[in-house]
């Protein structure tokens, strides 16, 4: 059981370039999110999915997009990187009851 | 929306002393309040949650403590090791459609155990 499953873990992309995020989920979870953290900010809520073929915007939706077409997977999207975007972006995934489990992250830088 | 507001930013202890984190929330309405906690490297894990129909909860060496009508709850680790050593965060959410499926995350503290 391989839980939430990130890919890649660590990314350089310079400015203008485009990347997906790729987090998969074994544990037939409903509810999908991905989150940024950075330093002294916590975890701030980009976009998030209440099933498959749904998304909608978190806090912090700018400059990214996702796309849920099957219910284990939930892409992350910057069509163009800004290095305002280097962070280190998690995925989670939960049921109805409010736990969260997440992956252990994607590192990604911009310059 | 919901705000929560989570202090100390970094708590530093001596092994076996306890150690506590206070986090207030702004919507009266939230009623599910979890704890992560986050290794180095990692991601964060669920330790302990607490519902609104409920005053505290223990597990072990943590428990959660909730108080509703000052809208604050705290973590408290006693008898603290080295591997507590971590990043925890608070969270709190609101029941939607029968679902609690949104956080909203503190800022997280960083507490270091020294040996």
């Known amino acids: 059981n391989a839980g939430v499953t990130q890919t890649p873990k660590f990314r350089v992309l310079k400015t203008g370039q485009s990347m997906t995020l790729l987090c998969a989920q074994d544990?037939?979870?409903?509810?999908m999110y991905w989150y940024r953290q950075d330093p002294g900010m916590g975890l701030r809520l980009i976009h998030y999915s209440v099933g498959e073929g749904t998304t909608a915007k978190g806090e912090v939706p700018d400059g990214y997009n996702v796309s849920r077409l099957k219910k284990q997977n939930f892409l992350l999207g910057l069509e163009s990187a800004a290095p305002s975007q280097t962070s280190v972006y998690f995925c989670a995934s939960g049921q109805h009851t409010g736990e969260l489990f997440f992956g252990e992250g994607s590192r990604l830088t911009v310059l | 929306g919901e705000n929560v507001e989570q202090h100390p930013s970094t708590l530093s202890v001596q092994e076996g002393d306890s150690a506590v984190i206070k986090c207030t929330y702004s919507d009266s309405a939230s009623n599910y309040f979890p704890w992560y906690k986050q290794e180095l490297g990692k991601g964060p894990q669920l330790i302990i949650d607490?519902?609104?129909?409920?005053g505290e909860k223990k597990d072990q060496r943590i428990a959660v403590t909730l108080n509703k009508t000052a809208k604050h709850f705290s973590l408290h680790i006693t008898e603290t090791q080295p591997e507590d050593s971590a990043v925890y965060f608070c969270a709190a959410s609101w029941n939607s459609g029968g679902s609690n499926y949104k956080l909203t995350f503190g800022k997280g503290t960083l507490l270091t155990v020294n040996p």
């Open positions: 544990m037939n979870h409903e509810y």
């Open positions: 607490i519902r609104s129909n409920v």
